[in-house]
């Protein structure tokens, strides 16, 4: 099962749909020219009046949280066989997500009011907490010793990431349809989401039974 074509292609493919999701269309609806991505839905729900004041059961950090558990996941992809093992490219992807990370909170409008902003405050506090917990893996896993816990992560995220999605479109989909008058459909982003973490919890487990069974 090691060098089978399903889990040599199952973790890449797994995580280019859930990076493409996540800025793909949640969404769409070509009629009424509405066109929402994952992280365009951050900002739309900042306007609603009932996330304001606070009586939405969503705010903006709720719609960043995917793409902060999609980069956990990547780190931890990434740094699977060991932090010390890594490859220069992987180091590269994640210095990119890091470079990434502070451009998203650098061109984000609301950073200007970051002092008296009580939702861009926690953004900020929510982007720096991923990358602690990423530093703190990379570290814990340095010699390639916690691979199991890894692989464990990976289900847990790719779990959680499914229902959160899911959670997201859910409660959402009410204000969306009170503000156009009309239903619209569930776009190809988060359906790609949902595929690729799913891909991802697949590859985790068949790669867990591969350890059980050679230890």
């Given amino acids: 099962m090691q060098n089978s074509p399903l889990l040599r292609y199952l973790t890449p493919t797994g995580l280019v749909l859930l990076w493409w999701g996540y800025f793909g269309p949640w969404i769409s609806h070509q009629a009424a020219s509405l066109r929402l991505s994952g992280y365009m839905l951050s900002e739309w729900v900042s306007i609603l009046p ?21 980069m956990v996941l990547t780190a931890a992809i990434l740094s699977r066989n060991g932090t010390k093992k890594m490859a220069r490219w992987r180091w590269g992807v994640i210095a990119a997500m890091l470079a990434f990370s502070v451009y998203l909170l650098l061109v984000d409008p609301s950073i200007i009011f ?5 939702t861009m405050q926690m953004v900020v506090w929510w982007f720096t907490g991923t990358w602690v917990a990423i530093v703190v893996f990379l570290l814990f896993n340095w010699s390639g010793s916690a691979k199991n816990w890894n692989l464990l992560l990976q289900l847990a995220l790719t ?4 229902w959160l999605n899911w959670w997201l479109i859910n409660n959402v989909m009410p204000w969306i349809i009170g503000l156009f008058n009309m239903t619209p459909p569930i776009g190809n982003g988060w359906i790609a989401s949902q595929v690729g973490a799913f891909l991802l919890a697949v590859s985790a487990f ?9 230890s």
């Fill in 159 to 162: 779990i959680g990431l499914m």
């Fill in 206 to 214: 068949l790669q867990r039974l591969q350890l059980r069974r050679g």
């Fill in 114 to 118: 970051l002092r008296n902003d009580a």
């Fill in 50 to 70: 009932e996330v304001r004041s606070g009586t939405a059961p969503f705010t903006k950090p709720h719609f960043m949280l995917p793409l902060l558990l999609t």
